[in-house]
């Protein structure tokens, strides 16, 4: 049984469409997050979700937008795609506390723009 | 990861021990994480500390945290070719309800294990 779940695990794209990169745990935690690493490992957060509420919005580009259709599902979508957006997505979840905040990652969603 | 720094590269003899040293820059950070990730992997979870230890250990795995100096170490004993990954430092250190999760990660250890 998966926990977190992304899909799909790699997309190749041309520069200028637009493409979506869904996930999905099952694990009931209340907190989704994005977070995105680029080339050189590095990862930053860019949205987090709670219960479907937006929590975190760190300066991404309008052409990115992420949907919540429930507290188990986090989708990406993103609009006229850049070079620069190639990295590797992460979708993590997480109970909402003051203690421990133990994140889950998926396995990551490699996206190429050619 | 400009706030979490760790060397990018570590070179170890199996069985022998391994070090992987972190600095932060945010006092206020009162957990601080490990995570493993594997090539073509998300990223697993290997242990935490709460600022108000100086130690803690789980197996094979010693975290040391210098809070005066801001520094995290991660110590993996007899090391074994299955230890080879990237380690990521990170820390939480936005402790409002909205910034809970919001983890500052360092760019992470290239930890390479030859027989």
């Known amino acids: 049984d998966t926990a977190v779940s992304q899909t799909p695990k790699y997309l190749v794209t041309q520069m200028g469409n637009d493409k979506s990169i869904k996930c999905e745990q099952n694990l009931g935690h209340d907190t989704m997050y994005w977070y995105k690493q680029d080339s050189k490992k590095f990862l930053k957060i860019m949205f987090s979700y709670n219960n479907k509420e937006l929590i975190i919005n760190e300066t991404v580009p309008n052409r990115f937008s992420p949907k919540s259709p429930d507290k188990a599902h986090l989708n990406l979508h993103i609009n006229s795609l850049e070079l620069g957006d190639s990295a590797v997505y992460f979708c993590?979840?997480?109970?909402?506390?003051?203690?421990?905040?133990?994140?889950?990652f998926g396995a990551g969603s490699r996206l190429t723009v050619l | 990861g400009e706030d979490v720094e760790q060397s990018l590269f570590l070179s170890v003899r199996e069985g022998d021990s391994s070090v992987i040293n972190c600095t932060y820059t945010d006092s206020s950070s009162t957990y601080l994480y490990w995570y493993k990730q594997e090539p073509g992997a998300g990223l697993q979870l290997l242990t935490y500390i709460f600022s108000n230890m100086d130690m803690k250990q789980d197996q094979r795995l010693t975290v040391l945290l210098n809070k005066k100096d801001k520094h995290l170490s991660l110590r993996i004993a007899d090391t074994q070719t299955g230890d080879s990954a990237i380690y990521f430092c990170a820390e939480n250190p936005f402790m409002t309800t909205d910034s809970w999760g919001k983890l500052q990660f360092g760019a992470g250890t290239q930890v390479v294990v030859t027989p």
């Open positions: 993590a979840s997480s109970y909402p506390t003051s203690g421990a905040n133990v994140l889950t």
